[in-house]
């Protein structure tokens, strides 16, 4: 059976294993059912997630017009301390950016590669530690806005990463931490703004994922230089999927992507 779509992140279910779904607009995948067979993904074209027009993707799914008119693609988003909507201040439109900016925002430590300091909003815990390949994840702040939580991550970012090592993450070549330990260490290090919202008796969560054997080295492919590609799916991490060759292929970096995937 073949499937055709926009490609769009995964969709995912925590469990043990976590399980990972590719939704399109007619049907969607289960994508574990799809570890230890062959598959097939090809390229037919493009669509917009914003406008849903056949434009070359530019960046996050986004065609290069859209991309820097979308308010779905603000800096604010990448970077939360610049978020503005709490003072009722507009970046590209203030209805939007309230509705996602004053909600609840968790600050949080996660193991993927090495411990990062994240943000993400509440209603996405634990959905924002699988898409990243966390195995292990706590939360340091709950707060109810994204500025906060973005001045926070901003001052803990000089004392722990900030970003995560994609190929280390995907090969599993990871150390258990005690997160409890780390996210009390880093107390001292929280705005004033934002100490109230400390979370001191946050618990350590686990993470599994559904592979069968990891890369020793990874080596990615992309759409764009390559429109087919084939091979067997030995597990799903973060976004990504893992093949028997040690290639992966980035599922979120491909959003916008109009695809065609079946088993061979």
Known sequence: MTYQGVLTKMKTQFGSPIAYYLVFKEDFIHVNSLIGKEIRIEMTGYECLECHQPKEIFRQGFCKNCFFDSAQAGDWIMRPELSTAHLGIPDRDLAYEQKVQLQPHIVYLANSSHLKVGVTRKSQIPTRWIDQGAHEAIEILEVPNRYLAGIAEVALKDHVSDKTNWR????????DEDLAKRRDQLKAFIPQEALPYYLEDSEEIQLEFPV???????SSVGLKKNPSFEGKLQGIKGQYLIFEDQRVFNVRSHEGYVVQLGLL
């Open 212 to 218: 069968l054997q990891y890369p020793e080295k990874v």
């Open 168 to 175: 280390k993450m995907l090969t599993n070549n990871t150390q």
